[in-house]
Every structure is written in C-alpha cells, then in structure tokens.
C-alpha cells in the first residue's frame, strides 16, 4: 500500500513564506512525475507545480517567480517552497505522484491535502 503524507500548511501573512512536503512511503518500485494542486472553495482543483523524476519542472502562470518545486528522490519527497504569498493563494494543497508498483502498475496517488491560508 502506497501513501503520501503531505506536512507544511498554516496561517501566513501576505508576504510571508511557507514550505510543504510530501513523502510517500510503502512498496514503492519507481516515483514518475510528482506535483502539487490546490482548491480553493468554490473552485476547482488546479495545477500548482510539477517536477518529472529527471528534474524538469513546470508551474502555474500564476506562481512562476515565487513558488519553487523540488524533490528528494532518495527520499521520496517533493516539495514547494511558497514565496511572497498572497491571499488568493489560499487553498487546500494536494501531492500528487505517479508511482509504480509491483502490484498494480503505475497508479495516480494523492495526498490528504493541507491547508494554507494567507491573511493578516
């Protein structure tokens, strides 16, 4: 069984910064391409970041210069690096991870998702 433990989400003022992690653990064989989402209420769930298992990386238009994705391979954590937050900013955050298992092949897994509120 594969989980991802998702760790890093809080109350910060506009301007601050915030770091999340993801680690999955279990009968993990290989991690593809691991990303972040996030959901704001009323909206829908979106793209925030990915990186693939080479280290190429891609963001949303909306935090390109101020969010930063990463990823630990030994370790098998992505994370973000969330600068300069903003309100709008505000959302539940989800990891996400393409992981290959001897059991069932490459599944799509999902953290519990972590809240980040950005307000003064």
């Known amino acids: 069984q594969v989980q991802l433990v998702e760790s890093g989400g809080g109350l910060v003022q506009p301007g601050g910064s915030l770091r999340l992690s993801c680690a999955a653990s279990?009968?993990?064989?290989?991690?593809?391409?691991m990303g972040w989402y996030r959901q704001a209420p009323g909206k829908q769930r979106e793209l925030v970041a990915s990186?693939?298992?080479?280290?190429?990386?891609n963001y949303a238009d909306s935090v390109k210069g101020r969010f930063t994705i990463s990823r630990d391979n030994a370790k098998n954590t992505v994370y973000l690096q969330m600068n300069s937050l903003k309100p709008e900013d505000t959302a539940v955050y989800y990891c996400?991870?393409?992981?290959?298992?001897?059991?069932?092949?490459?599944?799509?897994?999902w953290g519990q998702g972590t809240q980040v509120t950005v307000s003064s």
């Open positions: 996400n991870a393409g992981i290959f298992t001897m059991v069932v092949g490459t599944v799509d897994y």
């Open positions: 990186i693939t298992s080479g280290g190429s990386t």
């Open positions: 279990g009968s993990i064989g290989s991690i593809n391409a």
